[in-house]
């Protein structure tokens, strides 16, 4: 990648930081800092949008749905410092896209490879459920993100809301899908061509303590997805 698409990236992860458009998410993420629970008392809470990780060269690109109120809104990176992390990256670790298979704060040495995690929304809504209009707004950070990673070959569904964003992604830059009607299922996989280009999508359930602590995404599952992607990611 050039030293102009790292800047770019640097770019975007600067305006996401300094992003208050929607002035209804930056209050409710400085009064989750502001009155954390018992667990996280005394701890500087972040409290602003989480910018993007990951290999600038990455082939595979995660989506996730928003920041966790007392995860990445705690720590300032995604998937990190709760439940959902806490599943994913041993995951991406056992697949060969992280460097180890905990992620705790920001400086904990966690690199990726061949690996790049954005999620639909920037920061921790109420609820976890972003309302349409906090999506639209955030969505061209994402669409910018897709721009620069023009190595991308997978685009990994965490959830349906970051398979709809995937979906929104791809058919504003001209990707269509051959014979194909796209819906959210965990496992479900689709081609998306334009201009002789070639995008895969697969789809996850989402990480959460709702979806893990109950069965409905296994370990086994999980570690199926990112295998697959790393097949399509490696294939010809």
Not at 163 to 190: C, D, K, M, N, W
Not at 209 to 227: E, F, I, W, Y
Request: overall charge positive.
């Amino acid at each position: 990648m050039s030293s102009s698409a790292q800047r770019r990236l640097a770019e975007i992860r600067s305006r996401i930081i300094a992003c208050a458009r929607c002035p209804e998410l930056r209050a409710y993420c400085a009064s989750i800092a502001a009155d954390p629970p018992r667990a996280h008392r005394g701890e500087r809470y972040w409290a602003r949008p989480v910018p993007a990780l990951g290999d600038p060269h990455a082939r595979v690109v995660l989506v996730g749905l928003a920041p966790g109120a007392h995860g990445s809104n705690r720590t300032g990176r995604m998937f990190t410092g709760d439940a959902s992390g806490d599943f994913l990256y041993p995951a991406l670790y056992r697949a060969g896209f992280a460097s180890q298979p905990h992620a705790t704060h920001r400086r904990d040495g966690l690199r990726l490879h061949d690996c790049f995690i954005t999620a639909a929304l920037r920061c921790a809504p109420p609820g976890n459920k972003p309302t349409p209009a906090q999506l639209r707004r955030c969505f061209p950070y994402l669409l910018e993100e897709f721009d620069v990673l023009t190595g991308v070959r997978v685009l990994v569904a965490l959830g349906a809301i970051g398979f709809s964003a995937i979906l929104r992604v791809l058919r504003e830059r001209g990707f269509g899908f051959p014979a194909q009607t796209p819906r959210f299922a965990h496992g479900a996989e689709y081609r998306a061509v334009a201009d002789g280009r070639t995008v895969y999508v697969v789809a996850s359930y989402h990480p959460s303590r709702q979806n893990t602590n109950t069965g409905k995404l296994t370990a086994a599952m999980l570690d199926a997805v990112l295998r697959r992607a790393r097949d399509l990611a490696e294939s010809k």
